[in-house]
């Protein structure tokens, strides 16, 4: 099934960076929020999304001609217009912002053919929406972007419930290429394959998609083995094991991770960690218990690098 127009609902931070995505790509994409206003919100998002990678992109060959040339070497104009061509991205901002329009009515995605649901994780918000758009055209595919509510109980809403699945996306997609797809019981598998296709040929501002198939379990991959491992490090902390600095220190260098557990908690947010972790204790049980820690910074309101303290200052 050929895709072309692609339906977002929800402009906040996911919404409106999967619409950058697909607009990328060369869809085109209508992007829905509640009213006009967040949805212009979210496409002041986009346009920041696409200077900022642009500038970024622009600027990458010029470095790898000035690395170059450090070396004493004189490049010609043509040798640095085929280092630009190389490994420059060109990011056409104008051409990509038209690809997207507005909306804060369900029918202007009638033509869409695939419609991503970016809306607040709560079941009955998301419920309400399938039950909105269960009679979308036929063949459209309907994903939701939940971290941890039922696909299940949302399709049931669908005419079709067989065309929905998951499209977990991580943040921010035009950086991390991840995507876990999830279906449900109802899913068919031409659904399934149309989306895992559709996804390991698009690419973000670094590199390739890359889809994954998980089973609809709370937390799916990513979720159910790295925020245990933030909850782990956290009781350390809590235990009086070793500092914050030196955990992070400890599994940057000696278990090669480009973070340290307790940064990329002040980076996700304690707010989001804790919410998953509860996710996880009420499907998993007692192993998944979430640290006292976190809860107390939860109602401390230290939350990370949105409000300047976790479990570092900002
Ligand atoms: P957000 O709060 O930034 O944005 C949600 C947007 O949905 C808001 O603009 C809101 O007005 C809109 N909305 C609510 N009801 C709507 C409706 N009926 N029609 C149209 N728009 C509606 O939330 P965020 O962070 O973008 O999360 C969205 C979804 O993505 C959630 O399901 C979340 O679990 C999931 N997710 C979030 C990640 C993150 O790091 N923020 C990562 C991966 C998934």
Redo the contacts with the bound molecule.
């Keep these: 099934m050929e895709i072309k127009t692609v339906g977002v609902?929800?402009?906040?931070?996911?919404?409106?960076?999967i619409a950058e995505l697909f607009a990328f790509n060369g869809f085109n994409v209508v992007m829905?929020?509640?009213?006009m206003d967040?949805?212009r919100?979210?496409y002041s998002g986009i346009e920041k999304i696409l200077n900022d990678m642009k500038r970024i992109n622009d600027e990458k060959p010029e470095k790898e001609i000035a690395r170059i040339e450090n070396y004493g070497i004189k490049l010609s104009d043509d040798q640095k217009n085929a280092i630009r061509k190389k490994i420059g991205v060109q990011v056409d901002v104008n051409a990509m912002l038209k690809r997207i329009s507005l909306t804060?009515k369900?029918s202007d995605l009638s033509s869409c053919d695939l419609v991503i649901?970016?809306?607040?994780?709560?079941q009955d918000?998301?419920n309400?929406?399938f039950s909105?758009i269960s009679d979308l055209s036929e063949h459209a595919i309907i994903a939701?972007?939940?971290?941890?509510?039922s696909i299940t109980e949302m399709s049931s809403r669908l005419k079709r419930p067989e065309n929905a699945l998951i499209l977990?996306?991580?943040?921010?997609p035009y950086l991390l290429p991840l995507v876990e797809v999830v279906p449900s019981l109802y899913t068919s598998d031409e659904a399934k394959n149309t989306a895992v296709s559709l996804i390991s040929r698009m690419k973000n501002h670094r590199e390739g998609m890359v889809p994954v198939m998980a089973k609809e379990r709370e937390g799916f991959i990513v979720n159910r083995l790295l925020i245990p491992l933030i909850n782990s490090a956290s009781d350390l902390l809590d235990s009086g094991v070793a500092s914050a600095e030196d955990i992070d220190t400890a599994m940057k260098k000696g278990a090669g991770f480009p973070m340290g557990p307790l940064e990329l908690a002040d980076m996700?947010?304690i707010d989001?960690v804790v919410d998953v972790m509860e996710v996880l204790e009420r499907a998993y049980g007692e192993r998944y218990k979430t640290s006292v820690i976190l809860r107390r910074m939860r109602e401390a309101n230290r939350l990370g690098r949105k409000t300047r303290i976790g479990f570092y200052k900002y």
Excluded: C, W
């Design positions: 609902i929800g402009a906040g931070t996911m919404g409106s960076a829905k929020d509640q009213n967040l949805a919100s979210g804060d369900y649901e970016a809306a607040f994780e709560n918000v998301k309400r929406i909105d939701s972007n939940t971290s941890s509510l977990h996306f991580f943040n921010p996700i947010g989001v």
